[in-house]
Structures are given as C-alpha cells and as structure tokens.
Antibody, heavy 126, light 108 residues
Framework: EVQLEESGGGLAQPGRSLRLSCTASGFSFGDYGMNWFRQAPGKGLEWVGFIRNRAYGGTTDYAASVRGRFTISRDDSKSIAYLQMNSLKTEDTAVYYC?????????????????WGQGTLVTVSS | DIQMTQSPSSLSASVGDRVTITCRASQSISTYLNWYQQRPGKAPKLLIYAASSLQSGVPSRFSGSGSGTDFTLTISSLQPEDFATYYCQQSYGTPPLTFGGGTKVEIK
C-alpha cells in the first residue's frame, strides 16, 4: 500500500527555518517525482515545488512565492523527500502536503497526483 | 501563469441530485486538467485526471469532460459522502501548477 507521511511541522518565528520530511512506503520511491503543496487555513491549494526522480537528474522547480527560500531534496536510500524552508514569513502558514506524480516521465506537463500525505501544519508567528 | 476559475464557488444539493461544476482556464490547456475532492480536515483525493480519465477506485458516478479552456466535473447522483470541496488543477503551463478556487458542495 502506497503511503506518504509528512513530519516536521510546528511553530516557527518569522525569519527562521524549518525542515519538513515526507517518508514514503509501498512503492519504489526513487522512480517517482515528488511534489509539495500547501493550503493556508481556510484557503485553496497552492503548489510549492517539485523534484524529479534521479533518472531525470533530480532537478527541482518552485513557485515564485517560495523560490530562493525553499529547497526540495530527496534521499532515495531512505525513501524521504525534504522541504527545507528558510526565511519563513507569516504568509507561509499552511498545511503542507507531499504528493506523488505516478508518471515516470521527464515532463512536468500532464502531472497529476494520486497519493497525498495527511499533511503537516506549519505556523509562522512571533 | 494560467488562471483557473471554478463556478460556482458553492452550491447546495440533495442526495440523488445531479451536480455539475465548471472550471475555465485563462488559455487553452488541451486536456491537462485534473479534479480533486477534499473533505474537511483531510488531504485532497484525485478523482479525474487528463480531463476525463477516472482514477482507479473512484465511483463511476463521477465523470469529467472538456478540452481547451472549458471543463466540467459531473456527479450523476450525489451521495452523502460527496459533500466536500472540489478543486480543478491544470498541468499544461507548468511550472507553476495552478488550481481553481474550489467549489464547496453542501447539503440542501
């Protein structure tokens, strides 16, 4: 059974850092691209960024709102994807989800997300 | 960025009703359109991908159609467990992936 579990959320002050983890099981993690999304309280869904699988270079891309502050990485030996969040802002307060794109392809075009973690809440406040 | 506009933003319906939700893209996205259901306090769940392909395990009362800029999600006979918020998501102009604002389906 495919499972994704986020961890690492919590309270952080503006300007500080947090690292979220997404632990995967039930599938060959290294074969798949992974994405992060977020949802501010009472709001809609926002894409944060993605990381391709190693076969496609493990390259990353990010939403403009987080580019330069957030970094996605992966450890295929542990089946974990990470979201390093630096220079946090109050507007980063949200539930953060990791997801799997089931396509084993290079192109981001056509992506969809068949498995989601339960989410982890990040609160940025002084 | 491609903007996605859903309508209505909310609706009230009864069990057994046929429900249609629309999603419009700010430019043509071919059929790179997905639909998700989100129940309160839960993660989104994939219903439809590539505009009309039903995700494995999703009941057949859910269907999707459309191409270009206009898309619809139809629930043929609303069930109690279908009361939730529905989001469309485009993956044509990506990055960034973008979502519609959501449609909340409530009990009449």
């Amino acid at each position: 059974e495919v499972q994704l579990e986020e961890s690492g959320g919590g309270l952080a002050q503006p300007g500080r850092s947090l690292r979220l983890s997404c632990t995967a099981s039930g599938f060959s993690f290294g074969d798949y691209g992974m994405n992060w999304f977020r949802q501010a309280p009472g709001k809609g869904l926002e894409w944060v960024g993605f990381i391709r699988n190693r076969a496609y270079g493990g390259t990353t891309d990010y939403a403009a709102s987080v580019r330069g502050r957030f970094t996605i990485s992966r450890d295929d030996s542990k089946s974990i994807a990470y979201l390093q969040m630096n220079s946090l802002k109050t507007e980063d307060t949200a539930v953060y989800y990791c997801t799997r794109d089931p396509r084993v392809v290079l192109a981001a075009r056509g992506a969809y997300f068949d498995y989601w973690g339960q989410g982890t809440l990040v609160t940025v406040s002084s | 960025d491609i903007q996605m506009t859903q309508s209505p933003s909310s609706l009230s319906a009864s069990v057994g009703d046929r429900v249609t939700i629309t999603c419009r893209a700010s430019q043509s996205i071919s059929t790179y359109l997905n639909w998700y259901q989100q129940r309160p306090g839960k993660a989104p769940k994939l219903l439809i991908y590539a505009a009309s392909s039903l995700q494995s395990g999703v009941p057949s009362r859910f269907s999707g159609s459309g191409s270009g800029t206009d898309f619809t999600l139809t629930i043929s006979s609303l069930q109690p467990e279908d009361f939730a918020t529905y989001y469309c998501q485009q993956s044509y102009g990506t990055p960034p992936l973008t979502f519609g604002g959501g449609t909340k389906v409530e009990i009449k």
